[in-house]
């Protein structure tokens, strides 16, 4: 690639947002799109996008194909786009503190209960005849990006609703065994890049574990600040990316 690699970063809230942001030395400048204001940091190896696109998949697919238009609009469109932020994650594979980086993005909870006779069933969107469940991300990426880190890839479980039992919890660790965390925006950011033709990254730092909600054990700061440590590690993996 003869410019830049351009780069969407996706997070739900301006302070994963800005965490992403400290990872970098760059000059920033804030730049109004339609219907959302983009954080912009130019290095010698791509131009960064960063964007608080809002939380749950249905406001983070609104943020990150609005971002994604404007760009296709504006001749400059994107070449990545990358879903980052805290989240839960199932332990002992992914403790509080840690990385994880995403070889499948796949939404949880979209498809239909069991009914009476199985009250713990669980049919995902895709076994009804339609829809999609998960987004692989390109798997040298991952490779990439997860060595660059020194973090484990696997199933990052997109989720509407934050579990907050250890039924449900365990209940999802059997549906995907291979699932490292879970988040609200993932499988949101995903679709719009799939709509856009663009590939797609996630990036999670765990600050809680997945089930029984105790928020006083939730270590937000600690998170937020080993997602800054990851983009400090991964950008220039994700700076050499080139779309096939």
Wanted: negative net charge; aromatic residues 4%; charged residues 20%.
């Amino acid at each position: 690639m003869t410019r830049p690699v351009r780069v969407l970063v996706a997070t739900a809230v301006p302070a994963e947002r800005d965490a992403v942001a400290l990872a970098f030395l760059s000059e920033q400048r804030e730049v109004r799109v339609p219907g959302a204001e983009l954080r912009r940091i130019t290095t010698s190896g791509a131009r960064w996008d960063l964007l608080a696109a809002g939380v749950g998949p249905a406001a983070a697919a609104t943020g990150a194909a609005s971002a994604l238009t404007a760009a296709d609009l504006d001749g400059a469109p994107y070449d990545l786009v990358v879903s980052a932020g805290i989240a839960g994650g199932f332990v002992p594979l992914a403790p509080v503190g840690s990385l994880v980086v995403a070889d499948a993005i796949t939404v949880a909870d979209l498809g239909a209960q069991g009914g009476d006779d199985d009250p713990d069933g669980f049919l995902p969107v895709t076994a009804l005849g339609f829809g999609t469940v998960t987004h692989l991300p390109p798997a040298h990426l991952v490779r990439e990006a997860a060595a660059a880190i020194g973090c484990p890839a696997g199933t990052v479980l997109t989720v509407s609703t934050v579990t907050g039992s250890a039924g449900r919890a365990a209940a999802l660790r059997a549906r995907h065994p291979g699932a490292l965390a879970e988040a609200m925006e993932g499988f949101g950011v995903a679709e719009a890049a799939a709509a856009h033709g663009r590939p797609v990254l996630e990036v999670r730092a765990v600050s809680n574990p997945v089930g029984p909600r105790d928020r006083d054990a939730w270590r937000i700061g600690d998170a937020l600040a080993a997602l800054t440590t990851a983009f400090g590690k991964c950008a220039p993996a994700l700076e050499r990316w080139e779309q096939a």
